[in-house]
């Protein structure tokens, strides 16, 4: 009698369907997640969403990168952006300091800042860590966490912002302007921001002051004595004058 064959693997990967490969192997769950998030975030560029998530989900992948990397997920104006930063939060809270200690520390807190924050200037960012009194191993409550990062993601908008601005500035195109025109912006924002918020009439002073026929009236009284005044500004050292209004205003966070 034939010696009755016995099953093997290979004859059960065959026989699997293809939805049953796919729940085996965890990769429809994968896209479920993901097609869910893309629909909850709409992010402007899908593609580059998908790359991000699935870097973030590489086992090898640090709890920093994976936290800053659901941050991004949706931009800090849209209502989820809140329900992230408290995905980020709890991920971040399962790093263990040492056997009896976990959660997030002033150091992963740092550290995430910092992550968020690669782009500004370094001579900015040096000035925004200062506004925020937070210990290495010190325990970050989640309100401070939330107010860290809803800082660092409204000054990264600032910054391009002020680049763009600058490029409206920089007239010759050699990435230089004159240092007139900037001091006007400069001059304009700086007054817009020192208006007390109970005053109606400074608060439509200061919405005119930033606005296009405010801007316009400011620069064009700069040019013409922009000629008594022909030295030129980088936009790196404009950026620096922009924040530093921008870090002005931003209280310590403790």
Same mark, same amino acid.
């Given at each position: 009698?034939?010696?009755?064959?016995?099953?093997?693997?290979?004859?059960?990967?065959?026989?699997?369907?293809?939805?049953?490969?796919?729940?085996?192997?965890?990769?429809?769950?994968?896209?479920?997640?993901?097609?869910?998030?893309?629909?909850?975030?709409?992010?402007?560029?899908?593609?580059?969403?998908?790359?991000?998530?699935?870097?973030?989900?590489?086992?090898?992948?640090?709890?920093?990168?994976?936290?800053?990397?659901?941050?991004?997920?949706?931009?800090?104006?849209?209502?989820? /952006?809140?329900?992230? #930063?408290?995905?980020?939060?709890? +991920?971040?809270?399962?790093? $263990?300091? @040492?056997?009896? =200690?976990? %959660?997030?520390?002033?150091?992963?807190?740092?550290?995430?800042?910092?992550?968020?924050?690669?782009?500004?200037?370094?001579?900015?960012?040096?000035?925004?860590?200062?506004?925020?009194?937070?210990?290495?191993?010190?325990?970050?409550?989640?309100?401070? /966490?939330?107010?860290? #990062?809803?800082?660092?993601?409204? +000054?990264?908008?600032?910054? $391009?912002? @002020?680049?763009? =601005?600058? %490029?409206?500035?920089?007239?010759?195109?050699?990435?230089?302007?004159?240092?007139?025109?900037?001091?006007?912006?400069?001059?304009?924002?700086?007054?817009?921001?020192?208006?007390?918020?109970?005053?109606?009439?400074?608060?439509?002073?200061?919405?005119?002051?930033?606005?296009?026929?405010?801007?316009?009236?400011? +620069?064009?009284?700069?040019?013409?004595? @922009?000629?008594?005044?022909?030295?030129?500004?980088?936009?790196?050292?404009?950026?620096?004058?922009?924040?530093?209004?921008?870090?002005?205003?931003?209280?310590?966070?403790?």
């Amino acid at each position: 009698m034939a010696e009755k064959r016995k099953p093997n693997a290979a004859d059960d990967i065959q026989k699997e369907t293809e939805r049953q490969f796919l729940e085996r192997s965890g990769v429809a769950a994968l896209y479920k997640d993901v097609l869910e998030k893309i629909i909850a975030n709409r992010p402007e560029d899908p593609v580059a969403f998908l790359a991000d998530y699935f870097d973030s989900v590489e086992e090898n992948t640090s709890l920093i990168q994976r936290a800053e990397q659901i941050m991004k997920m949706t931009h800090h104006s849209r209502p989820l /952006f809140q329900t992230n #930063v408290r995905m980020a939060y709890d +991920l971040l809270k399962k790093n $263990k300091a @040492s056997k009896k =200690l976990s %959660g997030v520390n002033g150091t992963m807190f740092t550290q995430l800042l910092k992550a968020l924050c690669r782009d500004i200037p370094s001579v900015v960012m040096q000035k925004l860590m200062q506004k925020f009194e937070c210990h290495s191993h010190e325990a970050i409550p989640f309100d401070v /966490f939330r107010s860290g #990062v809803f800082t660092c993601c409204v +000054l990264q908008d600032y910054v $391009k912002l @002020s680049e763009q =601005l600058f %490029g409206s500035l920089d007239l010759q195109k050699t990435g230089k302007a004159n240092k007139a025109l900037c001091d006007a912006v400069l001059e304009q924002l700086n007054t817009a921001l020192g208006s007390n918020r109970n005053d109606t009439k400074r608060i439509l002073e200061s919405g005119y002051n930033l606005g296009v026929d405010g801007l316009y009236m400011a +620069l064009d009284t700069a040019m013409g004595r @922009s000629h008594k005044n022909s030295s030129l500004q980088t936009c790196d050292q404009f950026l620096v004058e922009m924040c530093e209004t921008f870090l002005s205003k931003v209280s310590v966070i403790k």
